[in-house]
């Protein structure tokens, strides 16, 4: 288990984080200027985050393998990273999203 609070992940050029076999909660932090590949990529893993904020992040939001799941509570996405989490097949599945 993992808990982050209050981070400025930026400038990353091979995705933001890749979690195997963990469940990571993510609080009040920000993530911008990322490119390339997944920018949450997750096996087997559960991710929470709680009034983060997205932007400019170049590439697919989240890919999901095994038994692993996303929520997005209260947070704020620029238009790349809404759609990007939107569009994504998993969304109503493994993808949760709260206001």
Do not use: W
Not at 2 to 20: K, L, P, Q
Not at 26 to 38: G, I, K, L, M
Not at 53 to 70: A, I, K, P, Q, W
């Amino acid at each position: 288990y993992v808990c982050m609070d209050d981070c400025y992940i930026h400038d990353c050029s091979y995705g933001c984080m890749e979690i195997n076999n963990s469940q990571v909660d993510v609080t009040y932090s920000s993530f911008a200027n990322c490119r390339e590949f997944d920018m949450f990529d997750l096996r087997d893993s559960a991710l929470l985050f709680y009034s983060c904020t997205f932007s400019n992040l170049e590439g697919n939001m989240v890919t999901l393998s095994g038994d692993s799941m996303v929520e997005f509570g209260h947070c704020m996405y620029d238009a790349g990273a809404y759609r990007s989490i939107y569009d994504n097949p998993e969304y109503d599945k493994k993808i949760f999203i709260y206001e």
